[in-house]
């Protein structure tokens, strides 16, 4: 089945510090969407990319999808202590031909910056 | 826009009892709602799929008879966990798809924080 592969899966970056977490998919996709989740919280939606070869900031946030349509990229530029938590990529699910909105979600990559 | 709630945000309860949680999209409507299921520093579990009107869907391994999921209005969607066990204490997200001019999106409830004692 369909498999989104999200790493690294750990990342300690100290204040100021770039940080990036890249995802794959097994399959094409036809968006690619970004959550991200504090520590005690629930994920919150982030960005959504469309296109092959996209590229959407929002102001320290770069977000990249992949030519192929197989891969993402979330970049921080200077990360600060707000940045902290779980970022997630997830794809539509493509089981049983008709998705309905079902999400495959990466594991995701746990952020954590040092001050 | 695009809020969705979720109740209760925790709840203790003892082994054997029945456990219900709703979600609510506050601001939109929606025809098709999903649970999850999240264990500590894991990524998101998808037990079922909510649609508004008909049965809901179920994920393989996901025991349809032990979690009941009804979705009675295009706001609302409730899962009931039957005779909860501990191994059913977890950490459970309900979303709610929105599909508009910006995409097709899931937008989480803030999550059901379930201990069974």
């Known amino acids: 089945g369909q498999q989104v592969m999200q790493i690294p899966q750990y990342q300690h970056v100290q204040e100021g510090e770039d940080f990036t977490t890249y995802c794959n998919s097994s399959?094409?996709?036809?968006?690619i969407q970004w959550y991200k989740q504090r520590p005690g919280g629930h994920p919150v939606f982030l960005i959504q990319?469309?296109?092959?070869?996209e590229v959407k900031k929002q102001k320290r946030l770069t977000f990249q999808f992949g030519e192929a349509k197989k891969n993402s990229s979330l970049h921080i530029t200077a990360t600060q202590t707000t940045d902290v938590g779980t970022y997630f990529c997830?794809?539509?699910?493509?089981?049983?031909?008709?998705?309905?909105?079902?999400?495959?979600f990466g594991q995701g990559t746990i952020l954590t910056v040092h001050p | 826009g695009a809020v969705v709630s979720q109740h209760p945000s925790w709840v203790i309860c003892k082994s054997g009892t029945s456990v219900k949680i709703e979600c609510r999209s506050l601001?939109?409507?929606?025809?098709?709602m999903f649970w999850y299921r999240q264990f500590p520093k894991q990524s998101l579990m998808l037990m079922a799929t909510?649609?508004?009107?008909?049965?809901?869907?179920?994920e393989q391994g996901v025991e349809k008879d032990k979690f009941l999921i009804n979705h009675a209005s295009l706001t609302l969607s409730t899962l009931t966990v039957t005779s909860a066990h501990p191994e059913d204490s977890s950490f459970y997200i309900c979303?709610?798809?929105?599909?508009?001019?910006?995409?097709?999106?899931?937008?989480f409830g803030p999550g059901t924080r379930l201990t069974v004692l």
């Open positions: 979303s709610a798809r929105r599909v508009a001019g910006t995409g097709d999106t899931q937008y």
């Open positions: 399959t094409t996709l036809s968006n």
């Open positions: 990319l469309v296109k092959s070869g």
């Open positions: 997830a794809g539509p699910s493509n089981a049983g031909g008709t998705s309905y909105g079902k999400l495959t």
């Open positions: 601001d939109f409507q929606a025809t098709t």
């Open positions: 909510s649609n508004e009107g008909s049965k809901a869907t179920y």
